[in-house]
Nanobody
Framework: VQLQASGGGLVQTGGSLRLSCATSGGTFSRYAVGWFRQAPGKEREFLTGIRVSRGGTWTSDSVKGRFTISRDNAKSTVYLQLNNLAPEDTAIYYC?????????????????????WGQGTLVTVSS
């Protein structure tokens, strides 16, 4: 499966964005999809993930209540809604996919379980 992340951009503090991760070339329902980000000089950070077929999400405490993951099976797309953004949210945001059978909910945060990664989309939050 191929992943195409989009929707990043420049937003002011307190603003919102919705990122999209469009998948192609595979059976969408076979996968779990996760969102990660990497800020300059920092390690990659897990944000949230979803199991497309069995359902269920897992979200990092660091963004819980501000970031929400969802999916549209008809469009084979996973979304990440970013609310109440702050300058520290500035980063490249990546989506990744792995075969859903490998995941229990709490393992959605494990980057090593994901096999395919999108190219990333840049989110910049100005103060």
């Amino acid at each position: 499966v191929q992943l195409q992340a989009s929707g990043g951009g420049l937003v002011q503090t307190g603003g919102s964005l919705r990122l999209s991760c469009a998948t192609s070339g595979g059976t969408f329902s076979r996968y779990a999809v996760g969102w990660f980000r990497q800020a300059p000089g920092k390690e990659r950070e897990f944000l949230t993930g979803i199991r497309v077929s069995r359902g269920g999400t897992w979200t990092s405490d660091s963004v819980k209540g501000r970031f929400t993951i969802s999916r549209d099976n008809a469009k084979s797309t996973v979304y990440l809604q970013l609310n109440n953004l702050a300058p520290e949210d500035t980063a490249i945001y990546y989506c990744a996919a792995g075969e859903e059978r490998k995941f229990i909910l709490s393992s959605l945060g494990l980057a090593r379980l994901y096999d395919m990664w999108g190219q990333g989309t840049l989110v910049t939050v100005s103060s």
